[in-house]
């Protein structure tokens, strides 16, 4: 799989290789998980998996590839006591 957000960088000996850059903003998280009534760190735990899985290829253009990206969130939130993000999951 290929990330559809592809981090250019130089591929140089002895330097790490790097997939992807994942941002966040704290203020963004906080209004997001008030107005979808999530807490703040089980919110930004969602959105660090989602980055960390684009990194990996995975995308969501598609009702398929949605569903697939969200089971695998999903199952991973859950290693960490946290509840499916998705209302309708």
Known sequence: ???PFPLETPNLPGLPVFLADI???PE????EAHEQHKQPLH???????HGCLHAQGYVHETDAQA???QVRETEILKRFGIENPY???
Do not use: F, K, Q, T
């Open 1 to 3: 799989m290929c990330s």
């Open 28 to 31: 963004v998280i906080h209004r």
């Open 43 to 49: 919110h930004l735990a969602h959105l660090v998996v």
């Open 23 to 25: 941002v966040l903003c």
């Open 87 to 89: 209302p309708d999951g």
């Open 67 to 69: 569903e697939l990206m």
